[in-house]
């Protein structure tokens, strides 16, 4: 019997399209790769996510690097601006608000800080306060013992099929999101978590 229900951010809660918000601001796909690798796939980012460095750390070292390749234009651009492609999707908070009102434990597990998203879930943890991303095994377990919960009582939904897969091999039930709420809704019941 599942009581606690556990959502990532990015890609599930919330909009984060890295990939198309580059097309739309470049339109040139050799800016677009080289940007990408420059922020969004960068071991500054993976740092940043951990917690292990700060957020004008990551950005200057990003910058230096963006110089070298001759896109230290496009690179400030995109740091000035990417927290607008986090946008809420209001059917999957929706989903969190009904879950809860049947009496499931809803939590997040992410490497975006919960910020984002205020007052809506009942805890969580973010990998820039455990200094662990996703899917080391580590993040999953500190949210396991912060709230004292039990991974065969858990559901854990990610759009990232590596993040499902570790959280699995826990004893998690794992749900991978793909497109809509709809099918999320219907892979929950799989698992006997009704919403109606």
Same mark, same amino acid.
């Given at each position: 019997m599942y009581k606690n229900i556990i959502f990532?951010?990015?890609?599930?809660?919330?909009?984060? $399209?890295?990939?198309?918000?580059?097309?739309?601001? +470049?339109?040139?796909a050799e800016v677009e790769e080289q940007v990408s690798q420059l922020t969004f796939e960068s071991e500054e980012w993976k740092l940043l996510d951990a917690g292990l460095i700060t957020r004008s750390e990551a950005n200057l070292r990003m910058l230096a690097r963006a110089?070298?390749?001759?896109?230290?234009?496009?690179?400030?651009?995109?740091?000035?601006?990417?927290?607008?492609?986090l946008r809420p999707r209001r059917r999957m908070q929706e989903l969190v608000r009904k879950l809860k009102s049947r009496g499931y434990?809803?939590?997040?597990?992410?490497?975006?800080?919960?910020?984002?998203?205020?007052?809506? +879930? $009942?805890?969580?943890?973010?990998?820039?306060?455990?200094?662990?991303?996703?899917?080391d095994p580590r993040i999953y377990k500190a949210l396991l013992d912060k709230y004292q919960l039990k991974a065969g009582e858990s559901v854990f939904i990610d759009d990232r099929l590596e993040n499902v897969q570790a959280a699995f091999r826990?004893?998690?039930?794992?749900?991978?999101?793909?497109?809509?709420?709809?099918?999320?809704?219907?892979?929950?019941?799989t698992c006997s978590v009704v919403i109606h």
């Open positions: 990532d951010l990015g890609g599930v809660m919330v909009d984060f $399209d890295p990939k198309t918000y580059l097309v739309d601001r +470049f339109c040139n110089k070298e390749y001759g896109r230290a234009f496009e690179v400030q651009g995109v740091l000035d601006d990417w927290m607008h492609i434990c809803v939590y997040y597990l992410s490497n975006i800080p919960e910020d984002v998203l205020k007052g809506l +879930f $009942d805890g969580g943890v973010a990998s820039c306060e455990v200094h662990i991303n996703k899917p826990l004893g998690f039930a794992g749900i991978q999101m793909k497109d809509s709420v709809g099918t999320l809704v219907r892979s929950l019941a």
